[in-house]
């Protein structure tokens, strides 16, 4: 059984109704279950370090994004920081999933500039549509790292969102899931694959109470400053950071041009 924690970075928002952001980015942290109770522990050693470092309590939520444009949100012992020891703090967490064994990170993109999306409505359906597609094809495929099963499934575990849309999309995909299939000689053609090995409804988690959704966030954040960087972000070689991540990039997701580094651009 695979196992994929998923969050967001962005908005659904389109330009015209006054969103501040161009992209909608999803992150999804895959790990076997065989693989599970390791990464936890991995993680949490992390915890540990990080409170040794920087006084930041074991339970408090690291949100990568707040950490740098909303300190207020934070916990205390976070808000005390610096921001630049924040920023710190990300750099370090995202040494940390890089270092995480057997575990691959899925990312999508919705580029709303393109004109592609003409709502909220479908930037949203397109990113998660894309998302669960790329973690079915990577499981029947076996091409996760680390252990395998002959019969793998795949379960989901998004940060909190809207559940019932993402259990309709999950129905739809079983029973019609028409996917546009280049030829080798160029053409495309439709082909109707429903969706087989990711099983029950998303489980909603809320990040503060998950480590694996911390670090889901840790790298749509990152993602999307590679992307669309904010002006402090800009001065801190923002690419860089989401580059920490290249050892636990999903790769297969996107072959299309290894610079994509396995993000789906859509």
């Known amino acids: 059984m695979y196992l994929m924690y998923v969050d967001d970075s962005g908005d659904c928002g389109m330009p015209g109704d006054g969103s501040p952001s161009q992209l909608f980015c999803l992150s999804g942290l895959v790990v076997h279950e065989l693989r599970w109770r390791e990464t936890l522990s991995e ?27 909303k300190p207020s949100k934070l916990a205390p012992s976070l808000q005390k920081l610096a921001k630049h020891e924040r920023l710190a703090i990300i750099r370090h967490f995202a040494d940390a999933i890089a270092t995480l064994r057997d575990v691959n990170v899925i990312n999508v993109v919705v580029d709303k500039r393109t004109g592609h ?52 999309f999950l129905e739809t995909m079983r ?16 082909k109707d694959e429903p969706i087989r090995v990711i099983i029950e409804d998303p489980i909603l988690r809320d990040s503060r109470e998950s480590y694996f959704i911390q670090a889901a966030g840790c790298a749509a954040f990152l993602l999307k400053q590679s992307v ?24 297969r997701a996107s072959d299309k041009d290894p610079a994509r580094m396995g993000v789906v651009r859509l």
């Open 175 to 190: 029973h019609r899931n028409e996917l546009k299939i280049r030829q080798s000689s160029g053409a495309f053609s439709i």
């Open 43 to 69: 993680l949490a050693l992390f915890r540990r370090w990080l409170r040794g470092r920087y006084k930041v309590n074991i339970e408090d939520e690291l949100h990568a994004a707040e950490m740098l444009s």
């Open 117 to 168: 999306a003409t709502s909220k409505e479908e930037v949203f359906r397109w990113a998660w549509y894309a998302l669960f597609q790329r973690f079915e094809n990577t499981i029947r495929y076996q091409n996760f790292p680390g252990p395998k099963n002959a019969d793998d499934r795949g379960i989901i575990f998004p940060d909190n969102t809207d559940g019932q849309k993402l259990k309709r």
């Open 228 to 251: 669309e960087p904010s002006s402090y972000m800009k001065r801190h070689r923002r690419k860089a950071y989401f580059n920490r991540l290249d050892p636990v990039l999903c790769k």
